[in-house]
Structures are given as structure tokens and as C-alpha cells.
């Protein structure tokens, strides 16, 4: 059966219980994530074939990143180990107005010293069909880069869907390579774009404003200086703080534009990978639906994954599906 | 000081912590439960003498069981003990659109054995004056369904009040009877119907509506059908979603309508048991005071059971009252 | 560096997790608070040099206590220990119309022996140029009036500035003397008066509506009945139920009435201490900023404080400035 | 059926989990223990009927309280209930070398108010067929030496039995009366003596040794000053260190002397109540052994109690004869 | 690569925390075993290549339990399943003396309805050299003895290694077939013998000693009466009390005896699972090493195991050698 | 009052609970630990003043770990903020035969960037009179070494003493530096060595046996080598396993050699920091005992240590007194 594939680095997440900061807390939960791999295990979870490529320590740490995806019943044969410690990011969940923060500590972990001679893409990429990449690898270091260019010219090559989600983070990028120049190439393998006017304004260096109908002009625009990109997808979340808020959708393949209905989460459990399930969701459609069914059911399991603890959608096709039936209210499965 | 009888399974519920899936955690909370020890256990909280008939396993799980039944002082002298275990259900819980999830594992257990031998119902309801039975227990086996009815027929003729909860659950009912003609003979021995219109559909085969009128109608046709019952009392919740929901009842008494304001429920914190916290105020409601205060009472009641984790109501009768006084703001208490 | 001198009892508070009642746990967490140490530690929190001046017992729990306080770089080298045991509070939290409701053990306290023999009063005071007090402590014992009368009246003969927030609860004062003659006697050494209309009456025996109008009438009679006092700030509260609150506040300081915007929580995590973070957010704003930022800056971060678990407001500087820009949806730091 | 009756304060333990010191932890477990409700509910656990009588506050830790002890049956119905607080105790656990510690906040407790005039002796002792005492009682205040005594009178002239368990601690005894002239008048009420030589010479004013002979020589005197004692049990504890100890016991019983085997308890998991499992084992037994057997129950249900979390023993008849039978190797019930 | 089979019921465990008691407990600790899954995930984290057969639940239960296999890389692809529920077992962990109490809900489990005709065992044993059986299998059900029997049988016509354990517990065996039949059809196809004199009295209806000579002359009848048995592998405990065991072990190979020194557990962790390391031990150590490394292997992952929560081995083979190469005394890993 | 300077890494530590693997667990503890720190917070809670410095990420895990380090009313005010992250250990923790392990994560943590530069010695020893170090530092980078002597050759001027541990550990020393030059530079300033032969014989070159003999000739040796050196005292454990182990020192102060009891440690509860309490003791006992009571003090001190979680030694001077007075046997402080 064929595979999707991503590639990217495997952080492990630790936070204090419920909403205390760190300096009231003297207790952790660990959960380990980082964007292309939620976006993978998410697509496990929903039940696709997924193989993820990364560089993990070898040591306990690694083996139980590797023991939590195995759990998914991804494919991990083709990880790197390494001498160099798992990179580790520290939250503290935040409330209402209070927002959430972020510390990194990944600066010299595993997957910061990756370099193309260290993956075998060829036999990596063998059996897959579909490579999604994000914005967030590119921008961590050369050796990241120069990794994921091989992966994707070889998946260009070899005829994959290649789809991917260029999230901006001006924090990154400190490499020495301009942000615009590097996804430019990349997304020149790409087939689908998951992102917004903010993205396609800077990778084209345009400014498109958010209206309907300047992300339809902005997508044109794309596909033009990009002529493998044949799909737009856009989500578009509204906070009301950071407890309350509303995701919705719209999406442009080059003739039709189309938009989803909003789906509102009153009560947030979780904000983490809540980007990388509406990718995992839309990967997933893509492969059973058409267009805009694939991005309604991408958004519903956008909006299902901030009622779930953790990095990965723990959502089921089944439960994605209910709420597209307009099963909201949440009443009880016996 | 007269009794209220209750009768039926008591399970064990298990839960992962805050809003996580099984999958995700490797910690459990424990409760115990069952509609209609729900419904005892709430009553005993809020000062009324209740005494409890089951059949518990024979073990420690049994042992902390009854431990959980005393600590309310509930009288447990007339639980049968058996070498079958106690049977268990997994609850998953939801969050706004995520519906909760049950599975319950029930069906030889120390309750599936329960035969009419085993319950010596003269000294069971010696002391009673009330007898609270629901749907749930004869959809289980013939031998519940036919324990119960030899109580129920004991507690007509000893001219008892009997409140029936005919909760129709269609995943139930597989060992061979007919819901209609079970529930249909048990009700002639019952005097307080708390249902609605499906309830009532469901029974005698008809097909009202939600509207008031309808409600009326349906309640009269009941008591034609069933002259023992004298009056309907209908809980009706809204839901926005899994996380936000309204309640409110209606009643008829044979001479007069009447309906609550609406309680809203913002922010829920279990969902479990707030329908037998309803059945739990109204009886004891009953004892106290008028039909239309008693309806309110239970519906404050029903609301405030939102507020409490486990399958109990941990309101007190003066925190009722406050909630009816219209001190909804949740003050504090010094 | 001129420090702010708080002076009240620390009292060790007691809770279930979650919202369970006590009657359903087995497993407690603690905090340590008391109104006034509670503003000292949120201002410290702020970057504020605070000295907190109190008894705490001579055991393994006052040891504990303290170094808490030293958690947060306060002064403790005034407190006086004693051989009398730490005052102790049990909190169950609610939820939507469930009201929390405290229970207080602090009656013989170590604070409750405090004596104005017991603190040297010039000592404490040397770098001070603030001191806050509420009604709280005069309420408890003759012992706690006259040490703090006698702290108060050194501080006006010093010059100091002095806050009061004379928080009336009728449920205090037992030990003979008047509320109104002892809050009296300790408001002619104040100049900054936290409280509403409530509080003027109390005082002044008068019978002041809510209106603007009323609140600025009210004002004026009392910097006329309190010739030292040339501020009033009131913080308003609206609670739609136990939790979702809407927080304002308004001034007036002789010349200028101002108000702030509503500050609104949706999902409050912890109600405890968020009186006390508004008076610490003004105290510090009133070292900084003029008089509508500083009450600004305390709406602010009273609101904040609804988000932290615990007595003390965690928020920093930065955190309340950013609320104060607008930014209310709490989206992520990183 | 006759009643065993306890009489004492009833304290709510608070301690962090595991070895934690409190300056370490920030969350506790809590139990509800005092020598005589230990002994209590200890024999309740083992199957006896129990009342136990004491003083308890009058809010939601009384509440929960009170529900601690239904659970195990006990008969509650003779409790006071009281506006002064519940007394607290903070344990400390040690290990090893490291021993635990104790900070008792019970001097102006619910208990510490109780006078003759509060408890109806007649109507407590209705049922009553044996009553059991300790020397922390009397050692408290007037008031709870005064009920008590009033207590013991009755039970003599009812010709019940009772137990004194005359543990002498010397932080206590500060409200006047002296703790010789004090026991000396309760032990002229008991029939059956709980201690060793040390009490008996802190009891007559003697010195006599540790020596099996000179127990039989104390005994004897013990006897001849208070003729109504016609047992003497002696627990006897060695302490390798913190977590590990070993257990035996010896008796007089006017005509032998006996002794048990050692029982050795290589890893403790809390040490609390253990001498109350030791008289709650003996009280039982008696009504159901000779005295040797009595004594041998008791000692291995000392012993067992050591393996069990919180002051309760929660050993069964069972669990305490198979350690009797020899099973001391732990192995599985399956 | 060759597999190992593995067949048996696996089982939700469900435990207080630490060494509680259910009735002081209202938090859990789940773990999934059951003693042949047990060797087969033990033998996976040891590095071996595993499929498991058995019959799990078709519920969120049933998924969580097969995340957990797929965790440690076992092959799931065989296991069937079912619309009953999982079996669950309650441990209560005993401590010294008192003994760890398990109540078992298993009777009606998904497992207990398995039939030969739902397991495939040409395709299940596709890649197969050897296969685990112990005697808990046999004696649940009709069923589960039938499906068991028809795999051994194929696992003797293909010539692979078969080890038996066959554990004796009288508490099963309820249906109606005779252990001694039963366990003498499948030890007739079985090549490896993991048992002691017990085990092998029980089969031949002998009585032989404890002593080695009694076990070899034991040993030898065994292999007269089961000419495909060549090895006999015998594992000794010494229980000083339920915390502190040893253990050692002994062999007859048809050639040769030997023994093991003594691994002396001074505080257990977890008794749960230690029987079942063993045999893992054992199992791969024969595919490495002689019968006597193997043998020594085997006891030092079964000492290992002590030290871990939970019923699986997570020793690795280098952590075994450790152990074997004398480093007992536990020193840091940097 | 005059200072004790501790200088080096502050790392967190991340532990399951209780026993587990990180590959079992999904919550975590969190400690601050490091060497020098640990010596430096023991001997703040024996009662000490002590100032550390170092390098602390500037983020809210600095934060916190500076809000740790105030809770001991440590003098934190010479500490360096740095944008890069603090560094990490994991630690799972063994039991009996099987090993703890530790990974690190701190190969470019904040304090890896320290340079001589960063720290003002001469302001940060203004009050100082002790100076203590170990080899940890001078192992990890040349700008920790290099900071490292600068601050020692200040100590050496001003007279003040420097206390010295040099624990060899053979996988830090990897920047190109010698650890036997660089300790010997190190030794030059200092006047009290913590170590045994093994140090001696690393610093020195030679190859001296553990007789007591052979470890006062070594002592001579040093002495000579380094005449600053006055006194050597080397701590000696003795592992039965993981879970027990026994301590004992002995010393050479130039005229003298002594020895101190065994202290036996039969359940440790935390290994960490054991050592840096023996320094602790020393140094706390050298202010106030002649050199062999601070050597008993010392070791009482690390033995108790065995008895706290977390790295720090929880122990008063009361604590450590009783030890050495003989009360081993842990027996009840009320």
C-alpha cells in the first residue's frame, strides 16, 4: 500500500498540569509532536500509511519518540539515530486573555545537525505516494534544507503529490538563508498549497489583503510563478481569547472557489497541532474525496483537534465524519 | 422513618483525567454508579432515608462498592453478594463538539444474575413508602425484568408511591422481550411517570409532538392507559454542545400545566447522572412540597448535578434552594 | 531601594483538584495566601520590593510558608514566629451556579496572638514609603487592631503613603469592637482608599446608590469626613455566574472621574485573590503611571489573576501592559 | 447486637505524597484519624459493631468527615457537631534515619470545646457492651476529661467492659490536672489495661524494669492498686530505623504470663495508628478468643496495619489470621 | 525474519496508586498483560521479532489495548476482533506480609469466546519458528483450549520449537476437561519444558522432592513419558515477605544439570509478570546462547523485572548482561 | 555577614514518578539540581548565607529556577541571564539491581557560553570568606574553566578558605584541555580537599591502594604537592544495590587521622545530591565543629540526603544532631 511521507523534527513537549506556569508547578506532562510529524501521526491516527524520516537521539529519550509512533503503527524504519540529545519545548498554557508561551531548546538537538548524506531517499521514499513538508524545517538549518530539497526533487521527480505548508515564523531563519528564496525552490516541487494571503504574500512579495477576492487573486497569482501548485487551502482562524475561537476555510484549485461553514470551539483543551490537523485532515481527504469535501472535513478536524490533550488529532474518520453531518451538540456515544 | 426503595445495577465507571482519550493516558479515575443508585445516592444526599437492592460481586471491588453506598448512609442491608464480578463501563469524555464516549462491559455480571429467589422483597420494603424503578433494569435480562416486577407488585399492593423512569435505550432489550410489553406492565404499578413525549410514544404507540399542547395531550392519554399514574413530569435539555447546555421541565398533574424557567449550564463539568439528579429532586421534592415546587426543585437540581464530577449529585437541599432564590451568580459561600 | 510594607495573617489554603467537593476526594492542593500578604506577593511578582510583616508558626509548615514568601524575593526578616499553629482555609471551587464555599480554622492562629509588643514597628518601617492594610486584620482581634493601629500611626508620622482596602464581612468582628469605629480610626492615617459605595456607607453611615453620580458624591464626603485621603478607586464586579465575570473599575481623586472599559472572563480558572490583584496592579501602577493608567493597569491585571491557579497574581509587568494594548485574545508567545 | 464504644477526637491528617517534606511539595493527600476513632474503625473494618462519639465541625469538612466514618459502618449518630473548626495534624513521613515529624493544629478544635452537658451517656451507652479510652483524651482539656470520666462511670456501673489505653505523652497535660491524679481516677473505671512498664510505673509512681519478670511484677502491683483491672497487654516495638521495625507482645492475665513471636516489618508504609491496630486487635479478639489467641490476633494486626496507607487498619479477620496461620511471605490472593 | 508466537488472553489491569487499597483509593493505574503477551512483549523489548494472537474487544478499550502492543513493535496483524468486552483484573499490591489481592473479570471476555475457526494458523504461523504456550490458556474455556490445540499440532508438523509453561492454578479449570488430560495432549507437541517438580507431579501424577536429584530424576520421567520435551528448565523463588524475594534457577538438558546463583530482590517494585520474564528470558536467550547462558539470562531479566511498574520486562539485553557480569549493585548510568 | 560562593551549572531534572521509564510514563517531576548548587542550597538550609553564581537562560525556565534558588533565601543577585535555553537531565530511577540512568541535554546551555567576562568577581566575593568548586565545572568548557580560575585566584588573594572537589568524570573533559593540569592549577587556591585515593591518585599520578594506610600517605603526598591543602576528607559508600547503601568517611588534617561509623541506608528514596550534602555538612560543620565533628556531621548529613526526593538536602542542623546523637531509629517528632 502506498505511503504518505513527512520529514521533520520530533520535539518533546513538557508542561505543567492544567493551566499552571512553571514557577507554581512541581509537575510535568511530556507529549512529543513537532509539525510535520503531528501532521503524519494524525493521518495514522485517521487510518493512512504514513513513514516519517527524522533524526532522534539515541538514547531512552529517542526510543520512547520512536515507542509513542510506533504506537500509530507509523513506519520508522527510516529514522536517523544520533549522538545528540532529542530537542525538548517548555509551555505554559495560558487562559482566556492570558496567552500561552513557548520556550525552544533545539537549537543543537538530533535533528539540528541532519544533512542529506545522512537519509537514503531513494529507498525512503519507495513505496510513498504523497510528501508533505512545512516551512518550519527549511528555516532550522542548512543541513535541514539541503535535506529536504533532496526529498522533494526526488518526489517531483518520481511524479508524488507534494503538499506544503509554508508557516511563516520570523524567529527562525537565522542561518544565513533568506526565508523567500528557499521556500521559492521548494515550493517549485510542491502540487498543493496549504496557506493563507500572509504566505503568499511573502513568498511572492506581494500584499494581498484578506477578502474573498483577493485570495482568489493572490492564489491565481501563485500559480502562475508556481505552475505545479494546482490547490489553494486557507484557514482562517477568529480568537475571541484564548479559550473561545472559530475556524473556517476557503480554497482555490483553479476554477472553483469555495468556502466552509464556521465551526466554533467554545471550550479549548488544547491549541497545539490544531494547524497541523487540518493538514493531516485535507492530506487525508484528498485521498477519498473531492476538493471541497476534503477541506470541509480538513476544518472539522481542525476544530475536533482543540478538544483533544496533546499534539496529535486523536479524531477517527467516524468522528470527523459526525460532525460534518452537523453533530455538534456533542450528545453521547453508547 | 419511611424509606424510598431503590432498585438496580450498581457499575463501576472509569475515566481517564480531564478530557483525555484512553489511547492517550495510563491514569484512571474511578466512580461508582447506575441510573438508579444515582438516583438513591442523591436523594440520601440531600437527607432523605434511602436503602438500595442489587447484587454486588463478592470481592473487594464489591467491598468498596457498599464502602461507597454507606458513606452516604444508604441502607445496604439487603444487597445480595455474588461470586460474579461487578460490572464496569469506560467513559471517555467529550468536549464541545466531541461527543463523550461509553462502553460499558455488563452483561455477566454479578447484577445479569439477579433472579426473583434471590431478593426477599416483604423485608426488602418493610419499612418503604416509595419505590423508584427505571427502563434500564428490565431491558437487561428476564430475571431483572422479572425481580423488579415481583417488587413493584409488592409495592402496589402495599399501596407504595412508585415514580418510573422508562428511559427507552434501544441498544438494550436483547434478551427477548418487548420493550413496550414490559415497560406497559410495570407501569400499572406505578403512579408518577417522569418521561416525555417519546417516552410516552413509546409505550402506547402514538406520535406526539414536542409542543406543549401536545405534551398535555399525550400526559392525558397516558393516564387514561395507565390509571394508577397521576402525574407527568418532563425534563427537557437543550444542548449547544457537549460543553453548554440548558434545562428545563413541564408537568401535567391531571388538572394543571406548568413550566420552569430555563437553567443554562456554561461551562459543564460532568454530564453523567444529571437526568436521575432530576428523577432524585422530584422524589424528594415530592415528600416536601407541592408538584410545581417540586419540579422546580428537581430541575435546580438537575442543573447544579452538571457542576459535580461523578455520578452523583453532591447538592444539598440549601444549595438547591439558593439556585431556586435565583442566586445563579455563583457567589461565594464564606 | 524604599520598600512596600503589607501586614496582615497568611493563611495556608486547602483544596480538592478540579472542582471536586471534599465529601468525593482523598488528594488536596495547597497554596498560601491571606488578603494582604496576597497583594504584597503580586506586587513583588511586579518587580515591587515588598516587606511583609506577620506570625507564622514555629514548625515544619511555618517553614514552609516562609519559603514561599522567599519564593518571590519578599522581605521576610521582620515575621515573628510563634508556637501557636498557621491559620487554615478549605476551599471547594464551583462552577456555573455552584457557588465555592470556604471554611476558615484561624481563630487561634498564630497571627490571632499578635501583640503590639511583638513587632518593632520602627525597625519595620526604616526603608518603607508604603503601607497597605485592609479591613481584614482589624477585624480579628484586639491584639491585630492595635498592631496595626500602631504600625499605621508610625507610617503617617513618617510620611508614608498608605493604602486602604476596608473590605467589610460581617461575618468577622466578634471580639467587641465597632467595624465603624476601629475602620475610622484607621482611615485618618490613609490616603488611598480602595472600595465602592459599600464602603463609604459602612463608614460614613450613609446610604449612596450605584450610580456614577453617586459614587462621585460619596467620594467627596469622605475625603471631607478623611481629610488624608485624596483618592478613591471602587472595582466593579458583574458575575454572570461562578464562572464567567466581567470586571471593571472607576475613580475619582479629587479633581477627575474616570472609568476603565469591561474587562471580561469567560472561563475563570481561580476566583481567590483577584480583589487583592487589583490593589496590588494599583499600588504598583501609582509608583509609575498617574492615576487612570495605574487603575488601568490594576483592572488589568485583577482580570489576569482570574487565569492563575492560587492566591497570587502571576502576572508580570509585560503581561498586564500587553492587555492594555488590546491584545485580549490570548494568542501565543513564542 | 452490643456496641463497641470509642470515644476521642476525630483530626484530619494532611501530608505530601511519598517522603516529601511540605517545602517540597505543593499538593497532599488527607485522612481522618485520633487514637480512639483509629480504634474504631479498625475493629468496624474487622467486622464489629462500633459507635463512636466526639465532636465535629459544623461544615463541609465535618460533612465529609462524618462520611469517612459511615463508610465503614460505624454508628454516627451520637456525634455533636460544632461551629469550632475540625483539628488538623501535618505529617511528614521519614525514612530511615530520617524520622517523620507532627504539627498539631488542635487546641481550639470542634473537640477541644466538649463538655459533660453535650453528650446523653444514657442514650450513647444504650447498646453498649464495651468501652475503650486512651490517655490523649483526658490529656486534652477539662472538658474532655470531665465527658470522659462521666462516660467511664456509667460504663461501670453498667458492668460494661472497658479498655484503657493510658498512653502517656507529655506535650499534652497543660490545662492544670495532672496526668497520674487523672488516669488514676479513669483506671479505677477499666477492666483491661493497653501498655507496658512505662505506664505502669508513670501510673503508681514505680521503676520497674524491662525484664519479662519485673512486666509480671508491674502487673501484679498494677492489679492490687486497681482491682477492677484483671489484664495487662504489653506491645512491644523495636526499631531498626524509620522503615523498618519489629513487633511482639506479652500479657498478664492474673494467672499467666505469654508471649508472641516476633513480627518483622522490613519495608513500613506508614506508620500511624499501628498501636491502635494493636488494641482495635485485641478489643476484637477478645470478644472472640482466649487471651493468648487474642493478644496473637491483635500483634499481627499491628503489624499488617504497617502495609497499609492512612490511620485505619484496614486488615480483614482473614488477612490477620492467614499472617497467624504463618503466611508471612506476601504471596498472591488470587 | 522469523517470528515468535505468542497466544493468550490479554487484559486490562487496573490498580490503586502505590500500595493502596481500592476502598482508600478514587485513582487508578492501568496496564494491559495476561501472562503469554507478557513473554511476547518482553521478548520484543529484548529485541526479538513477536506476533501475538488472542481476541480483543472492538471499542476505544480494545484500540488503547492494541496501541499499547503496537508500542513495542509486536505484529497485531492476527489479532481478532470482537463485540465482547476485554477482560479487566483488579490488583491490590500487597506490601511485607500482606499478600497482593487480584479479582479477575474475565469470564465473559472477547477472549473467552475464541473457536479454532477464528484464527487462521496457516497464514498466523506463516513466518513462525517458535511457539509459547502456557497452561492459564487451556483452562479457561472449551474454546480457547480447542484454538490452542489445533496451533500446537501445526506447530509440530512445521518442526518448530514449541516451550510450554504449564502453570497450575486450581482457581480454573472450570468447564468441565481435566487439567492432567488437557496439558499432557499439548505437551506432546511441545520441545521446551518451563516448570518444576510441581508442574511435572501434577502431569505424571507423581511425587517427587524439592531436591536436584529429585528434579533430575523428575526431569528424566518427563522426557520418558514426552519424548519431543528435551529441556526442563526449573525457576525457584524464596519469598522472605511480598517485598523482598529471591531467586534462582536449575535445568536438566538430557545431558547436563546445573544452577544459577541466588538474585536477591531486597525491595520489590512489581511482583506482577516476573514468571513470565523468566520464560522471556528464556525463550531468546536460546536463540543466542547455550542452555546454560540462556538459563542465567533468564534468571536476571526475571530479578530485573522486580524493579519495574507494570507486567512487562523493559530490561534490554544489555541491562540483563549487566547484571550477569556481576553489577549488582545498581550504579549510576551517565 | 559573611558569604559561602558556590559557582556552576544549574540544570533541570525530569523524572517519572515513582520507579518507571520515560518508555512507561507520561507525566514528569522537575527538580533544579547541579553539583555546586546542591552544596550551595544545603548549606542555605542548614542555615548558612550563600550567594551562587552562574549563567540562567533568560526565560520563564530561568525564572524559575532563580524563584527555586530565592525560596532558600539564597543571594541570587550575581547571576547572568543568557538567551540560550538552561540546560536539561533526565533521570530514571533504578531499584535494587537495576541502575539509574541519566542523559543529558546541556552541551550548549546558557552556562556553556560563560566567560570570565560575564561574571565581576571582585563585586560577587565583596562579603564572600568561602569559596567552594568541584570538577564539574573546569570539565564542561574553557569559558567555565576560565571563569572558574579567575574567581579562585581573587578567592586566593582575599585569604579566603576553598573548599575543592575534584570528582573526575571521564566523559565530560572533551574541549581539548587536560582535566590533571587544569585540576592542578585549580588545587593551587585552594586549602580543603573533598576526595579519596581515586582523586588523589588522577590529580597526582599515582597509584595508591584504599587501606587507610595507603589513603594518609596519599594525603602527605597532596599536601605536599599543594601546600594551600590542609585537610582531606574522603567519603567512602558501599553499594549493597541500587536501593541500599552504606556511607563512612575518614580524614587527614596534617596531624591527625580519623574515621566515622557506618551509616546504613536501608531504603533510599533519592541518590541525587548525596554527595554534594557530605560537602554541604563539611563546609556548614568547618564554621562551627573542630574538623572531626564536622566530618560526622558531614556524613549524618549525606546519609540523611538518601531520604529526600530531589537534589537538594532537606535536612536542619537539628535533623543531622539527632543522627549524630545516636537516634537512628527514626522514631516520631511530635
Known sequence: MSQIITFGEVLMRLSPFGNKKFIQANTLEFYFGGTEVNVGLSIAHLGGKVKHITAISDDFIGDT???????????????????????VYFL?????MRPSSISYNRSHSAFSQ?????????????????????????????????????????????????????????????????????????????????GGVNEINE?????????NEEFIEASKKLMEAFPTINKVFDKIRTSINASWHKIRARMWNGTEFRETQDFEITHIVDRIGT??????GLIYGLQHYDDFKSMQFASAACALKHTYAGDVNYATTDEVQRILDGNVTGRFNR
Chains 1, 2, 3, 4, 5, 6 share one sequence.
Not at 524504519?77 to 545528540?84: D, G, L, T, Y
Not at 505554559?92 to 482566556?96: D, N, S
Not at 542561518?175 to 517549485?188: I, N, P, R, S
Open 203 to 211: 513568498v511572492l512579495g506581494t500584499d494581498y489583503g484578506y477578502t
Open 65 to 87: 519518540a520512536i515507542a509513542h509512533l510506533n504506537k500509530f503503527d507509523m513506519d520508522t524504519s527510516a529514522i536517523v539515530r544520533s549522538n545528540r540529545p532529542l530537542g
Open 114 to 194: 541532519i544533512e542529506p548524506s545522512m537519509v537514503d531517499w531513494e529507498k525512503a521514499l519507495h513505496k510513498g505516494h504523497w510528501f508533505h513538508w512545512t516551512g518550519i524545517t527549511p528555516a532550522l538549518t542548512q543541513g535541514a534544507f539541503d535535506t529536504l530539497k533532496a526529498g522533494l526533487k526526488l518526489a517531483k521527480e518520481k511524479g508524488m503529490q507534494v503538499s506544503a505548508d509554508p508557516t511563516y515564523r520570523s524567529g527562525l531563519w537565522k542561518y544565513g538563508v533568506e526565508a523567500k528564496d528557499a521556500l521559492t525552490e521548494l515550493l517549485h516541487c510542491s502540487t498543493v498549497f496549504i
Open 275 to 280: 494547524g497541523d490537523a487540518f493538514a493531516a
Open 92 to 96: 505554559e498554557v495560558g487562559a482566556v
